[in-house]
């Protein structure tokens, strides 16, 4: 399930779950439209291309955040060398 952050990494502007201002890339780093402009619409992270997040409504953005505490999901965001199928 594709995590929403609520926050802009680089200027910490809130971005809710039903914002169309976010911009993510491929790694789900998250950024507002702004911020997104001065790095050329490419992740300041890995380089990979920014694209407007696709939105939610809020009832849907706080169960989403419900089963990440559950699952833990969010305390391995950025590991990438998992092995093809583990979740």
């Known amino acids: 399930m594709l995590r929403l952050w609520p926050n802009c990494e680089s200027c910490k502007k809130p971005l809710p779950a039903d914002s169309r201002d976010a911009r993510i890339c491929s790694y789900e780093c998250t950024f507002c439209s ?48 998992r092995p093809a199928g583990i979740l």
Do not use: W
Request: proline share 4%; aromatic share 4%.
């Open 34 to 81: 702004t911020c997104s402009r001065r790095f050329n619409e490419q992740c300041p992270n890995c380089q990979g291309a920014l694209e407007v997040r696709p939105a939610r409504s809020a009832e849907t953005a706080i169960c989403a955040h419900r089963l990440d505490e559950q699952c833990g999901c969010l305390a391995d965001r950025f590991e990438l060398d």
